[in-house]
T-cell receptor, first 111, second 114 residues
């Protein structure tokens, strides 16, 4: 898998935008960037993924730089329920796909 | 629709015993993957099965084995349990094993080995 680097922790005030960065400088041209999050004691939850273009869904937006070496996950209006560990992953694809989870970013949303 | 269901939710075993964990994927999903999450770490890949065949295996000893049934449900077996096998075991399902658009995880089985 392409290695990803994320800050270990971030803080965000409730109602503000949370911008979570990820570096993936060794990503290959056909590899996607995926974001998952894990709320305490639950299984990871898929958030969003992208290849080149910016993506948006009901949960978040994903901004990928033009050189694809980094990306930012944006939670536009963070709530207390968004407190979780956020993982940026570039899955290995070779007949099948697996997820290599790093340590992720612990996002703490405060009132 | 039911999500990914895992059973049991918690269990306690003694060192040296054997354990079987079960997973039912989302209806229509043909691939099941297993992950181990030790406290304070991210999940680690153990196995992936697709259409009843093993597609991939992570760096785990032969004490770990799994299988997938015709209805796409899966079992993870761990023999000769060690204290270090204490972890949250997660099952993830996907349509085809490529994880597109994303894997759906269950809530996990918390295994404690004493």
């Amino acid at each position: 898998d392409a290695k990803t680097t994320q800050p270990p922790s971030m803080d965000c005030a409730e109602g503000r935008a949370a911008n979570l960065p990820c570096n993936h400088s060794t990503i290959s041209g056909n590899e996607y960037v995926y974001w998952y999050r894990q709320i305490h004691s639950q299984g990871p939850q898929y958030i969003i993924h992208g290849l080149k273009n910016n993506e948006t869904n009901e949960m978040a937006s994903l901004i990928i730089t033009e050189d694809r070496k980094s990306s930012t996950l944006i939670l536009p209006h963070a709530t207390l329920r968004d407190t979780a560990v956020y993982y940026c992953i570039v899955p290995r694809r070779s007949g099948y796909s697996t997820l290599t989870f790093g340590k992720g970013t612990m996002l703490l949303v405060s009132p | 629709d039911a999500g990914v269901t895992q059973s049991p939710t918690h269990l306690i075993k003694t060192r040296g015993q054997q354990v079987t964990l079960r997973c039912s994927p989302i209806s229509g999903h043909k691939s099941v993957s297993w992950y181990q999450q030790v406290l304070g770490q991210g999940p680690q890949f153990i196995f992936q099965y697709y259409e009843k065949e093993e597609r991939g295996r992570g760096n785990f000893p032969d004490r770990f084995s799994a299988r997938q049934f015709p209805n796409y449900s899966s079992e993870l077996n761990v023999n000769a349990l060690l204290l270090g096998d204490s972890a949250l075991y997660l099952c993830a399902s996907s349509l085809d094993g490529q994880g597109t658009p994303g894997y759906t995880f269950g809530s996990g089985t918390r295994l404690t080995v004493v």
